[in-house]
């Protein structure tokens, strides 16, 4: 039996933006009642927290490969 991973998303919502795992696609059915949007999958922790720090608003961060681009120079 295969076991399938949590991948990582940044959900946002009014005035905030957080960090979560799921193991499958968030739909609208899903996760609607928690984010307005997600944003992911991501590859790597630092680049989610790229984009829940400096992603809001950034026309640098426009994609996950922005955010994991620009988070591995820092």
């Known amino acids: 039996m295969v ?3 949590a991948r990582i998303f940044v959900g ?3 005035d905030e ?4 795992k799921s193991t499958t696609i968030p739909t ?8 307005a949007g ?3 999958p991501f590859r790597t922790m630092r680049g ?3 984009m829940r ?3 809001r608003f950034n026309p640098h961060v426009q ?3 922005d955010a994991e681009r620009i988070a591995k120079t820092c």
Do not use: P
């Open 3 to 5: 076991k399938s991973s």
């Open 12 to 14: 946002y919502k009014q």
């Open 17 to 20: 933006m957080e960090i979560f």
């Open 28 to 35: 609208a059915q899903s996760h609607g009642h928690l984010y």
């Open 38 to 40: 997600v944003i992911g």
């Open 48 to 50: 989610a927290r790229f």
């Open 53 to 55: 720090d400096h992603g």
């Open 63 to 65: 994609t996950v490969a």
